[in-house]
């Protein structure tokens, strides 16, 4: 399903579900607060994804504004799957090495990718169209699928989740962005910039074993925060997530979010894609769990947000 921005702007309307000002009619509800200020959160839509990017990071500031000359930036997208980019199932290549091309322009020392894969890494890595696009931005992509290359740290705010072997590469870096794709998922309803965080640690299985929800948020309470959320709404995948099975499953929205706010930006996305999912932010409890955690606000209206339609 493709839609035309005529279309589109039909489609957020009739829902009434909240970016109809300035082309956003599924956030039309998010205030644009203290304008002459710093947004708290982007949204931009109508372009392709390396676009978009370009537009939301000079909106906050440019890239200057979260990676310092000399840092060691890591990227964290969602490589999880042995899937092409029309599937929606991985974060959209070209906007990871749209990403890692302004990194090493701001003064990166070095920016590296990885993603703790649920389908085999190697065919991940490459079916996604992520390693190539970061290869040829000039950045690396490390390995994953061993325990060696995970470190145990402590979550002592967690609720169920206390402690967990987080990806060295984190570990060492300066900056990290995380950067997910807009998707349903079976079990947590969406997955989006909290849940992402699962493809930073080794063993899931305690998610999955006791409460899903909870330990999202858990491990969102790590010290080390990205600096930025961007999440990659070009396509949403609206069924069968998170792998999907066709490209039926996705549906080409063209959109992107980006916020420091964790809470804020899957509040948000989660409205965006209500319309073609049927699920509203109540049902993606790991969102109000991780603003009990002070991870962040799900009350949008009272941020800066800036919409932006190319």
Same mark, same amino acid.
């Given at each position: 399903?493709?839609?035309?921005?005529?279309?589109?702007?039909?489609?957020?309307? *009739?829902?009434?579900?909240?970016? *109809?000002?300035?082309?956003?009619?599924?956030?039309?509800?998010?205030?644009?607060?203290?304008?002459?200020?710093?947004?708290?959160?982007?949204? $931009?839509?109508?372009?392709?994804?390396?676009?978009?990017?370009?537009?939301?990071?000079?909106?906050?500031?440019?890239?200057?504004?979260?990676?310092?000359?000399?840092?060691?930036? $890591?990227?964290?997208?969602?490589?999880? +799957?042995?899937?092409?980019?029309?599937?929606?199932?991985?974060?959209?290549?070209?906007?990871?090495?749209?990403?890692?091309?302004?990194?090493?322009?701001?003064?990166?020392?070095?920016?590296?990718?990885?993603?703790?894969?649920?389908?085999?890494?190697?065919?991940?890595?490459?079916?996604?169209?992520?390693?190539?696009?970061?290869?040829?931005?000039?950045?690396?992509?490390?390995?994953?699928?061993?325990?060696?290359?995970?470190?145990?740290?402590?979550?002592?705010?967690?609720?169920?989740?206390?402690?967990?072997?987080?990806?060295? *590469?984190?570990?060492?870096?300066?900056? +990290?962005?995380?950067?997910?794709?807009?998707?349903?998922?079976?079990?947590?309803?969406?997955?989006?910039?909290?849940?992402?965080?699962?493809?930073i640690i080794w063993d899931r299985r305690i998610f999955h074993s006791t409460d899903l929800q909870q330990c999202i948020a858990d491990v969102c309470t790590w010290s080390k925060k990205p600096v930025l959320n961007v999440v990659d709404a070009?396509?949403?995948?609206?069924?069968?997530?998170?792998?999907?099975?066709?490209?039926?499953?996705?549906?080409?929205?063209?959109?992107?979010?980006?916020?420091?706010?964790?809470?804020?930006?899957?509040?948000?996305?989660?409205?965006?894609?209500?319309?073609?999912?049927?699920?509203?932010?109540?049902?993606?409890?790991?969102? *109000?769990?991780?603003?009990?955690?002070?991870?962040?606000?799900?009350?949008?209206?009272?941020?800066?947000?800036?919409?932006?339609?190319?």
């Amino acid at each position: 399903m493709k839609l035309t921005r005529k279309e589109f702007l039909g489609t957020l309307g *009739a829902t009434g579900t909240a970016l *109809a000002t300035g082309g956003f009619g599924a956030l039309s509800t998010l205030a644009q607060n203290n304008q002459d200020g710093t947004p708290d959160l982007v949204a $931009v839509m109508g372009g392709e994804p390396d676009v978009m990017f370009q537009k939301a990071i000079e909106t906050l500031g440019g890239m200057e504004r979260f990676v310092k000359r000399g840092n060691k930036v $890591v990227i964290k997208p969602n490589i999880g +799957w042995d899937k092409t980019p029309e599937m929606a199932a991985n974060t959209n290549p070209i906007l990871v090495g749209e990403m890692v091309k302004q990194a090493l322009a701001a003064g990166a020392a070095e920016v590296v990718v990885f993603d703790w894969t649920v389908n085999e890494m190697r065919r991940c890595y490459e079916n996604s169209g992520i390693e190539a696009a970061v290869l040829a931005a000039g950045g690396k992509v490390l390995p994953s699928n061993d325990e060696r290359y995970f470190k145990e740290v402590d979550l002592p705010e967690g609720k169920t989740l206390k402690k967990a072997k987080f990806h060295e *590469a984190l570990l060492a870096c300066d900056v +990290w962005f995380n950067v997910p794709i807009l998707k349903v998922h079976g079990g947590s309803k969406m997955t989006i910039a909290m849940k992402n965080y699962m493809g930073i640690i080794w063993d899931r299985r305690i998610f999955h074993s006791t409460d899903l929800q909870q330990c999202i948020a858990d491990v969102c309470t790590w010290s080390k925060k990205p600096v930025l959320n961007v999440v990659d709404a070009y396509r949403i995948l609206k069924a069968n997530g998170p792998g999907g099975r066709s490209e039926a499953d996705a549906v080409l929205v063209k959109a992107l979010l980006a916020s420091p706010d964790i809470v804020a930006v899957d509040t948000a996305a989660t409205k965006l894609a209500e319309q073609f999912t049927n699920i509203g932010v109540d049902e993606v409890t790991h969102i *109000a769990k991780g603003q009990e955690h002070k991870l962040g606000t799900s009350d949008v209206d009272k941020l800066n947000v800036k919409r932006v339609r190319l």
